[in-house]
C-alpha cells in the first residue's frame, strides 16, 4: 500500500535557522516520483522540488536541499537560512509510475507546519 | 502562463443541496485532478480525468462526480451535500509528457462550506 508519514506535526525556527523536514514513503512500485510542495495560508499548493526513484542523487536549489534515499525510504527537504516567508504547511508526496494509469494521483503525507519567528 | 484557475473561490451550501465547482488548467495541459483537504482527513485524491475521460479514481461515494470538456476544463459535482463535505476543493493541471516525471500544479481551490 502506498504511504507517505511526515512525522512531525510543527516546527518552529527562528529566522535563519535551517530547518529540516522530514518524510518516510512505502510503495510497491519500482518507479515513482517524488514531490515537495508549499502550502501558504492562502490555501494554493505550490510545487518546490521533484526525485525520481531512480535518481538518488541530492541536490541543491537556492535555499532548498533534499536528502532521497532509498534504502531508509526517506526523502527529507531542507530549508537553509529560513526566512519568515516559508512559514507554511509543507507536503511531502508520492506519485507512483509503474503502472501509467496511476500518473495522476498523488498520495500526500498530513503535512508539517513550519514557524519561522523573526 | 496562466496558472489553474478555480470558480468559484467560496461557496456556502447548506445540507442537501448539490454543488458544482469549476477548474481551468494551465494552457496545453490535457490532465486534471482533483483533491479535497479537511483538517481530519488531510488531502485526498478524488478522481483524475484525462482527454475527457476519467482515468482513476479516489475513493469517495458516488456523490461525488466530475466532467472535462473537450478544452480540458473541469467540473466536479457534488449532489445532497453532506455536514462532512465542508472542505477546501484543489484542482490540480499537469502536462502531457511522453515518459518523465510528471508534476501536478494546483490551483487556489475553492473553500466549500456546508450549514
Known amino acids: 500500500a502506498q504511504k507517505v508519514t511526515q512525522a512531525q506535526t510543527e516546527i518552529s525556527v527562528v529566522e535563519k535557522e535551517d530547518v529540516t523536514l522530514d518524510c518516510v514513503y512505502e510503495t510497491r512500485d519500482t518507479t515513482y516520483y517524488l514531490f515537495w510542495y508549499k502550502q501558504p495560508p492562502s490555501g494554493e499548493l505550490v510545487f518546490l522540488i521533484r526525485r525520481n526513484s531512480f535518481d538518488e542523487q541530492n541536490e541543491i536549489s537556492g535555499r532548498y536541499s533534499w536528502n532521497f534515499q532509498k534504502s531508509t525510504s526517506s526523502f527529507n527537504f531542507t530549508i537553509t537560512a529560513s526566512q519568515v516567508v516559508d512559514s507554511a504547511v509543507y507536503f511531502c508526496a508520492l506519485s507512483e509510475a509503474s503502472r501509467g494509469s496511476t500518473l495522476g494521483r498523488l498520495y500526500f503525507g498530513r503535512g508539517t507546519q513550519l514557524t519561522v519567528w523573526p | 502562463k496562466a496558472g489553474v484557475t478555480q470558480t468559484p473561490r467560496y461557496l456556502i451550501k447548506t445540507r442537501g443541496q448539490q454543488v458544482t465547482l469549476s477548474c481551468s488548467p494551465i494552457s496545453g495541459h490535457r490532465s486534471v485532478s482533483w483533491y479535497q483537504q479537511t483538517p481530519g482527513q488531510g488531502l485526498q485524491f478524488l478522481f483524475e480525468?484525462?482527454?475527457?475521460?476519467?482515468?482513476n479514481k479516489g475513493n469517495f461515494p458516488g456523490r461525488f462526480s466530475g466532467r472535462q470538456f473537450s478544452n480540458s476544463r473541469s467540473e466536479m459535482n457534488v449532489s445532497t451535500l453532506e455536514l462532512g463535505d465542508s472542505a477546501l476543493y484543489l484542482c490540480?493541471?499537469?502536462?502531457?509528457?511522453?515518459?518523465?516525471?510528471?508534476?501536478?500544479?494546483f490551483g487556489p481551490g475553492t473553500r466549500l462550506t456546508v450549514l
Open positions: 490540480a493541471s499537469t502536462p502531457t509528457t511522453s515518459g518523465g516525471p510528471i508534476t501536478q500544479y
Open positions: 480525468y484525462f482527454s475527457e475521460t476519467q482515468r
